[in-house]
């Protein structure tokens, strides 16, 4: 058995297979199985609040209601009635037009090789040519469950997102971990 460690051009395969195989189950998480589909609601004056967003030509960005540019004026008078009275959130705002998934797609699965690569990376600096299968699965399941999901907890901390869709997110995090792991450790050099 060959006890020198691995390095990345030694893992371009497992990289790529990875990436595809992650791209092809989150396609099935979020189009045939839609379990996330229930993470969004509708607002019951859609047209009136689109108005209103409208009329204050608001760009593609991300907003907070109320805006507060300096956390000292939260504790203002104004501040804190509009707090009270609501409607206090983030939103997004993305491009006018059609959705063009295309684009959101093309970015996601250069997110998934990105994670893959640097799942390769940690594995190229702690496990040896011809490791057994386990022992790659566990670093690498680690690592990308890591990167799929570990900032996804922050999302429901400090922007208030629903607990069940940070959960499912995870959920689906450690899925694409596994299914990472798997491949790594299927494809590890011998």
């Known amino acids: 058995m ?53 009329a204050g030509r608001a760009t593609p960005g991300q907003y907070t209601i109320p805006y507060c540019a300096n956390p000292k004026e939260l504790s203002s008078p104004e501040k804190v009635q509009k707090l009270t009275e609501g409607p206090v959130g983030i939103l997004i705002l993305r491009p006018t037009g059609p959705v063009q998934m295309g684009g959101f797609l093309g970015t996601w699965f250069i997110f998934l090789l990105v994670i893959s690569y640097f799942t390769a990376y940690v594995l190229s600096r702690t496990i040896q040519f011809g490791a057994p299968y386990l022992a790659v699965f566990r670093i690498a399941g680690t690592v990308a469950w890591m990167g799929y999901a570990g900032a996804e907890i922050t999302n429901s901390v400090w922007r208030s997102q629903p607990w069940s869709v940070t959960t499912k997110n995870v959920i689906d995090g450690l899925i694409y971990g596994l299914l990472t792991a798997g491949v790594f450790g299927w494809l590890w050099p011998r």
């Open 2 to 54: 060959n006890t020198a460690m691995v390095s990345l051009g030694n893992l371009w395969l497992p990289i790529i297979v990875s990436a595809v195989v992650v791209f092809i189950a989150s396609s099935v998480l979020h189009m045939v199985l839609k379990y996330h589909n229930a993470d969004y609601m509708g607002l019951s004056n859609e047209d009136a609040v689109r108005a209103a967003i409208n």
